[in-house]
């Protein structure tokens, strides 16, 4: 009689658990799901707005600060079932910050990685792996936390005021 009883509760308790684990799994962010991306950056108080790169694949337009950037979307599958995104800003400069600068921004800070484009204009890009289960919507903030961080450093960085 124990070991029926013993058996029941641990199907009960798995039953249980397994029906906790299953809406925390839905709340993940992951690349596969533009629209969930969307959820999460509004629920974190970002604007977002879904759209289409220049290939086809998902593009997401936020701001921070003041300043506009895009979340590009990587290793699609027909234009869907993505694995990584990027958060990505641009800045279309009178005065190039120039190499140096950019080299010293790329050796000094750990997240957020600055080049020049063909134009010599900064580019800072942040990439995030959301593949193999994404990330919590916590840690997905945390994320977000930190490129509005290393945003509002750059822009200093590089002497861009709005």
Request: charged share 20%; hydrophobic share 40%.
């Amino acid at each position: 009689m124990i070991k029926i009883r013993t058996v029941a509760a641990a199907a009960l308790l798995t039953c249980t658990l397994g029906a906790w684990a299953a809406p925390a799994q839905a709340q993940m962010v992951k690349a596969q799901d533009p629209q969930g991306i969307i959820r999460a950056l509004q629920a974190a108080g970002y604007s977002a707005t879904l759209g289409v790169d220049g290939t086809g694949d998902p593009m997401i337009t936020s701001g921070v600060g003041g300043s506009k950037f895009q979340v590009f979307f990587y290793n699609c599958t027909d234009h869907k079932a993505c694995a990584t995104v990027q958060f990505h800003i641009g800045y279309d400069l009178s005065t190039s910050p120039g190499l140096q600068s950019i080299n010293e921004w790329n050796s000094s800070q750990r997240f957020g990685r600055a080049h020049l484009d063909k134009e010599n204009d900064p580019i800072l890009e942040m990439d995030l792996d959301l593949d193999d289960g994404g990330m919590s919507q916590a840690l997905f903030e945390d994320n977000l936390e930190f490129w509005a961080s290393v945003v509002g450093r750059f822009e200093k960085h590089i002497g861009y005021s709005k």
